[in-house]
């Protein structure tokens, strides 16, 4: 498996989920920013426990994914991703997660690394359904989910963001030449 520089954009139920199948599955290194805490809402569908609500969460995630693997290197940055700080946060990676709940922060984060990258994105989790996952490329970015459901409309279920999360870490792991 060759060797990439992973960014992963949101460390909720997308991203976490992705960084927990990419250590299990020996990748070396990733960088995670978020600017968001650890809540109670969130434990239903993300890898965060009981005891780290009120801590950041890329901070939580960092050590619950060493717990995996005590050598994994994960920078964890706490900040809101920006239209002003995205290319400097993510524009050394070869490959970007983009794992951010709402369309506008999707839509900044794609403009903003303009093509640049490999970007992995999800659209359309919410509600219980996994008929219609499915995969669309657009240029450099490839996303996969129902592209109907949205968390605004329908709840969101561990099983759906767990699936299109290991939809994405099975592409991921392709594109690094792991099968």
Do not use: Y
Request: hydrophobic share 45%; net charge neutral.
């Amino acid at each position: 498996m060759k060797a990439m520089k992973i960014g992963i954009a949101g460390a909720g139920g997308i991203g976490s989920n992705v960084a927990l199948n990419l250590v299990r599955s020996g990748v070396k290194a990733l960088r995670i920013v978020d600017f968001d805490c650890v809540e109670p809402s969130n434990l239903n569908r993300q890898f965060f426990f009981q005891d780290q609500i009120g801590r950041p969460k890329v901070e939580a995630l960092r050590e619950n994914l060493q717990r995996i693997r005590p050598e994994i290197e994960v920078e964890a940055i706490v900040v809101r991703v920006d239209e002003s700080n995205c290319k400097s946060l993510f524009g050394d990676c070869e490959l970007v997660v983009e794992a951010f709940d709402k369309a506008a922060a999707k839509k900044m984060l794609m403009e903003g690394l303009a093509g640049d990258q490999l970007v992995v994105s999800a659209s359309g989790v919410a509600g219980g359904s996994l008929d219609g996952i499915h995969w669309r490329r657009f240029g450099r970015a490839h996303i996969v989910g129902d592209f109907v459901s949205d968390c605004a409309d329908w709840p969101l279920f561990s099983h759906k963001v767990v699936t299109v999360a290991n939809h994405m870490s099975a592409f991921i792991l392709k594109e690094m030449g792991a099968f």
